[in-house]
């Protein structure tokens, strides 16, 4: 007898209140989701960019601290014969390997895909659907 009192009637109207409290839920909780992935993405960005970036720097700097350092020893082992032909062939070395790492870097730039490829992907999926709804 105590489950009549507690139970309210069922009527259109709290029918539709469900109905529309449920749908309210189910959009937060994919806004949520969206939103969660997009912060992961953002964060394994930005992760990835500040190892990246200081892995170059130290490569960076030992390769030209070696290649400096070359460059003395071929200039000062050819000082009494021919400094000036060694000078220009060590700086075009120099030249060839910036030329070739700002293709590489150039190329990388280019196949390098979007920081939030599966977000925009997750929110065109839930556009299809909700486009394929009536």
Do not use: C, Y
């Not at 069922?10 to 189910?26: D, E, R």
């Not at 994919?30 to 720097?57: K, P």
């Amino acid at each position: 007898m105590s489950d009549a009192h507690t139970k309210a009637p069922a009527t259109p109207l709290n029918g539709f209140l469900g109905s529309v409290t449920h749908l309210l839920v189910t959009l937060a909780e994919m806004a949520f989701t969206r939103m969660e992935l997009v912060l992961l993405e953002l964060q394994e960005g930005v992760e990835g960019m500040v190892g990246l970036l200081l892995w170059s720097f130290v490569a960076v700097f030992a390769a030209l601290s070696g290649l400096f350092l070359g460059a003395l020893a071929l200039i000062f082992a050819f000082w009494d014969t021919h400094r000036v032909l060694v000078s220009v062939l060590v700086m075009s070395a120099f030249l060839a390997i910036a030329l070739a790492a700002t293709l590489v870097v150039l190329a990388k730039l280019r196949a390098r895909r979007s920081m939030f490829a599966a977000s925009l992907a997750e929110f065109a999926r839930d556009r299809q659907l909700l486009k394929a709804r009536p």
